[in-house]
């Protein structure tokens, strides 16, 4: 039926005729438009647009390859684990492989088949990069609601100033709109997946195993007689609220990376309209599609 295109496909297809009508370039469109009807075009577009967006990033069918689709596996906006953490697993990493051969086979001996699981810690970042992704997945359509706010505030001058600004003048003009609201939106939504998906308990996992090594390892250095190096970390602490951290770290990065998409379908419309109208297929008229590319290709040469 509809073709899948992005959120600027409806954004700037809308503006640009509402920024054209404010401007009194009548003969473009039809005179029989009334400027409400402009408008009420301009906000039933922008509303659809922000629900193709977020249902992109929604998209949780990728499975740690490279997608194009949602967070996970989306290079452009895959959530890393945070430095926190990572710089906790990779000193804890670090410090295991300096161990020389008579301090692991001391560990090995003392810790027997526990001694495996601080030397796979690994495992529960590769988790918890799943889980922060997944969840802002699953936070994405609460963009939505928070758009139509902006969009429905958006003036006569918005409009135009966004049709003849700079090649991102739209995705700033959200940002500016949007990104409070959207921080309070995500925010607690995102608790409720990452909670889910046992963020907590990932933590408490790297908390119980690196702790119980370091009880048994400091131990060992007591009464080895042998000079073993100090450890990374006396103690990780495990009664943290790691997923309301972890919720407010992925709401940035996930709204980051909303901004970052609408950007670049931005740019791709105002660098080359003729050939983003192409590939919209049945997704607009020709009408619809004509006037796109016909005005984009004015801003673009300044000729409006």
């Not at 906790?88 to 161990?99: A, E, G, R, Y």
């Not at 370091?214 to 602490?237: D, V, W």
């Not at 790691?242 to 950007?263: I, P, R």
Request: proline letters at 3%; one cysteine or more; glycine letters at 10%.
């Amino acid at each position: 039926m509809f073709r899948k295109f992005g959120f600027f496909g409806f954004l700037f297809g809308s503006i640009s005729a509402f920024g054209l009508f404010s401007c009194g370039l009548h003969d473009i469109l039809d005179d029989s438009i009334s400027e409400t009807k402009m408008v009420e075009a301009l906000q039933e577009a922008l509303v659809l647009g922000s629900k193709t967006a977020a249902s992109n990033l929604g998209d949780s069918s990728c499975e740690m390859k490279e997608c194009v689709t949602g967070y996970l596996g989306n290079k452009l906006v895959e959530i890393a684990v945070p430095d926190t953490v990572k710089n906790v697993l990779s000193k804890i990493n670090s410090f295991t492989n300096s161990l020389d051969p008579t301090a692991k086979s001391l560990l090995q001996t003392a810790l027997g088949s526990q001694y495996g699981s601080i030397l796979s810690l690994g495992k529960y970042g590769d988790s918890i990069k799943i889980a922060l992704n997944r969840g802002a997945e699953q936070a994405a359509p609460a963009s939505v609601d928070v758009f139509k706010n902006a969009i429905y505030g958006m003036s006569f001058t918005d409009a135009k100033d966004v049709l003849l600004g700079d090649s991102r003048a739209a995705t700033s003009y959200l940002k500016n709109s949007t990104y409070s609201g959207l921080q309070g939106a995500f925010a607690p939504i995102l608790e409720v997946p990452l909670k889910r998906l046992q963020l907590d308990g990932y933590w408490k996992q790297i908390a119980s195993h690196y702790n119980s090594f370091a009880r048994t390892y400091s131990n060992l250095a007591s009464i080895s007689g042998s000079a073993l190096p100090g450890l990374p970390y006396e103690a990780l602490p495990d009664d943290e609220d790691f997923s309301t951290y972890m919720a407010e770290y992925a709401t940035g990065k996930a709204l980051d990376g909303l901004f970052l998409m609408v950007g670049k379908q931005e740019e791709q419309l105002r660098e080359d309209p003729w050939g983003t109208v192409s590939s919209l297929g049945d997704f607009v008229s020709d009408a619809v599609g004509d006037l796109l590319g016909d005005i984009f290709s004015k801003a673009k040469n300044n000729q409006l």
